[in-house]
């Protein structure tokens, strides 16, 4: 069974700093992103890595504060978050795709986690 389980959202305030975890069980992907849905609007990427090469994909709005990066042996996958912005302030979900696939587009990814609240006060 394919699971994704994501921790380490919580409340912080502006400037602060929090690192998400995503564990996966019952498969290894090809690569893992994590994308965030806030209040009212559509859900969009994050950021992305591949297993294998540990090539990262970040969307513009988080460059210079987020990084992604991955534990192989641990089949898991860290979103460190730094200089958080209350417009940060989202569920974030991480996703996993088993094949070759533009890592921006969530269409492409087989699994998801249930994702973690991240709350960013000002």
């Known amino acids: 069974q394919v699971q994704l389980v994501e921790s380490g959202g919580g409340l912080v305030q502006a400037g602060g700093s929090l690192r998400l975890s995503c564990a996966a069980s019952?498969?290894?992907?090809?690569?893992m992103g994590w994308f965030r849905q806030a209040p009212g609007q559509e859900r969009e990427f994050v950021a992305a890595?591949?297993?294998?090469?540990?090539?990262?994909y970040l969307a513009d709005y988080v460059k210079g504060r987020f990084t992604i990066s991955r534990d192989n042996a641990k089949n898991t996958v860290y979103l460190q978050m730094n200089s958080l912005k209350p417009e940060d302030t989202a569920v974030y979900y991480c996703?996993?795709?088993?094949?070759?696939?533009?890592?921006?587009?969530?269409?492409?990814?087989?699994?998801w986690g249930q994702g973690t609240q991240v709350t960013v006060s000002s």
């Open positions: 890595i591949f297993r294998s090469t540990g090539w990262t």
């Open positions: 996703a996993a795709v088993t094949g070759v696939a533009r890592l921006n587009d969530e269409n492409q990814y087989d699994s």
């Open positions: 019952g498969r290894t992907f090809s690569a």
